[in-house]
């Protein structure tokens, strides 16, 4: 006869916990609740977060709305009326008075030169009329001396380079400049040199547009002018 097999009436310790009811329904609770209070704590986290970005960007809003869109530019000039630096400054500051003699030299230099590079021309002209007032006597004497001058064509047959050599102030608003003119043919050789000297009378009147504020930052602008060659 065959040997009997031993049955174990006893189950494991481990087979009897898989049983146990409390810990069946445990295990059914986290399988149900578990994923979903865990998604509710990454949303909680999740909306935190968005709330600080929020407030952030609520900050840097206000910030900007309170801060000045517009701010004239400073261009700091050396003694010889050169830029040496360049920013953005109160509008309640005083133009200096270097900056009000530097803007008129240049603008002097662009008025009466000639160059034969008709874009270097074309940005001479510009920048004088960016510095003239509107329906000023300037504008008229401006436009009359471009007329009877015509400095593109005379660019394509000589030149003048403009030294400036003093500029005093005449009055509170108005200023007299000495320079000289030296004609050029196109190839460098001297044709004459003549002395002038000019008044030109100032007015200060900065803007808030910042396309003006490129071409004219201290809002400087020449409402008259009388010059002449001096003999």
């Not at 407030?55 to 050396?78: F, K, S, W």
């Not at 009329?129 to 509107?134: C, E, L, P, R, T």
């Not at 000019?198 to 409402?223: H, K, Q």
Request: charge should be neutral; glycine fraction near 6%; aromatic fraction near 8%.
């Amino acid at each position: 006869m065959g040997k009997p097999i031993a049955v174990n009436q006893y189950s494991s310790p481990k087979e009897e916990s898989l049983g146990s009811p409390y810990l069946v329904a445990r295990r059914e609770w986290d399988e149900r609740y578990g994923g979903l209070i865990k998604r509710a704590q990454q949303w909680r986290g999740t909306a935190g977060l968005a709330l600080l970005v929020a407030l952030a960007e609520a900050i840097v809003i206000i910030g900007v709305a309170t801060c000045p869109r517009n701010a004239p530019y400073v261009v700091a000039v050396d003694s010889l009326g050169r830029v040496a630096a360049a920013g953005t400054i109160n509008r309640t500051s005083p133009i200096d008075e270097r900056m009000k003699q530097a803007a008129i030299t240049q603008w002097v230099q662009d008025m009466r030169s000639v160059t034969s590079d008709g874009l270097a021309e074309r940005a001479a002209i510009d920048h004088v009329y960016a510095m003239v007032g509107g329906q000023s006597a300037a504008q008229t004497i401006v436009t009359d001396y471009f007329r009877a001058n015509q400095p593109f064509e005379r660019g394509s047959r000589e030149t003048v380079q403009v030294e400036v050599n003093a500029i005093l102030p005449n009055s509170p608003h108005s200023y007299e400049v000495d320079w000289t003119e030296t004609q050029r043919t196109l190839d460098g050789k001297p044709i004459s040199s003549d002395k002038w000297k000019g008044i030109f009378t100032l007015a200060i009147n900065p803007s808030t547009d910042e396309a003006v504020l490129r071409v004219n930052p201290f809002g400087i602008y020449v409402m008259d002018i009388s010059w002449s060659k001096v003999l």
